[in-house]
């Protein structure tokens, strides 16, 4: 049997996912971590579309609450109620967006799922690139970017506008003078006066991204590109025009 990479990681999906399963009919009040969840969310869609029971829009809506329901799982209780999946604390505030890969009857998808469990808590205490560690005068918290965070909140938000008609997703380390020319950037929420985003990247945790529908402005926060202030490639022609910070 010859399995592709592709094929093999929707294999070790749907193991986990069963994995998970089967904790959860052991101990229904289970509460799931971050890796749980993710599993269980990508099997669904993953299972919906190949069985073509849910179009691509559809998916797009999905919760924890529906794959709790698909699986049919009874409370601890006993009294005939299903049970609804419980998730550790964080959680919630490190999933935001899932992307899921689906195959559909009429070919391959990607399925984007905003929110899954919720809007996050924006004062949270754990989330990606936020922790706090516990120490004898109290607690602390260790912030991403912490050398530029403080310039970062002083300088204030920038709004991105998306004037395509498809999603625009942009990483913690492009350069946002060089992303999709769909995207525009500007210092008001109306979106009428133009930022200068050159040497700026997003102000976010390390590999993860901001996603920006079509035709809507959403508020970020930016911080300048270190180490030796180079983006090579992007969109950017001309080798001399790496440099791109002083």
């Excluded at 069985?51 to 529906?66: G, I, N, P, Q």
């Excluded at 999946?85 to 009857?105: H, N």
């Excluded at 999709?180 to 590999?207: M, Q, S, W, Y």
Aim: charged share 30%.
């Amino acid at each position: 049997m010859h399995l592709s990479p592709h094929e093999q990681e929707r294999l070790m999906i749907r193991v986990a996912a069963d994995l998970v399963e089967r904790r959860l009919r052991r101990q229904p009040d289970l509460k799931l971590n971050y890796p749980e969840v993710m599993a269980l969310l990508a099997a669904y869609v993953l299972e919906e579309a190949r069985h073509d029971t849910k179009t691509v829009a559809e998916l797009m809506d999905t919760k924890l609450s529906d794959v709790a329901k698909s699986l049919k799982i009874p409370n601890k209780a006993g009294n005939g109620n299903l049970t609804d999946f419980e998730v550790m604390d964080g959680v919630r505030e490190m999933i935001r967006d899932v992307q899921v890969e689906a195959t559909f009857k009429d070919g391959t998808k990607l399925v984007t799922i905003p929110d899954p469990l919720g809007k996050a808590d924006p004062d949270a205490k754990v989330y990606p690139g936020k922790y706090e560690l516990l120490a004898d005068d109290g607690q602390h918290a260790v912030t991403y970017n912490a050398d530029d965070h403080e310039d970062s909140l002083r300088e204030g938000p920038l709004w991105a506008k998306n004037t395509a008609k498809r999603p625009i997703q942009v990483g913690s380390h492009f350069h946002l003078a060089d992303v999709n020319a769909c995207l525009k950037f500007f210092k008001d929420e109306e979106c009428t006066d133009p930022a200068d985003v050159k040497g700026k990247r997003l102000h976010i945790a390390a590999g993860t991204s901001e996603r920006i529908e079509p035709e809507h402005a959403r508020k970020v926060w930016v911080v300048p590109i270190k180490g030796d202030h180079l983006v090579k490639g992007l969109r950017v022609k001309d080798p001399s025009d790496w440099k791109v910070a002083p």
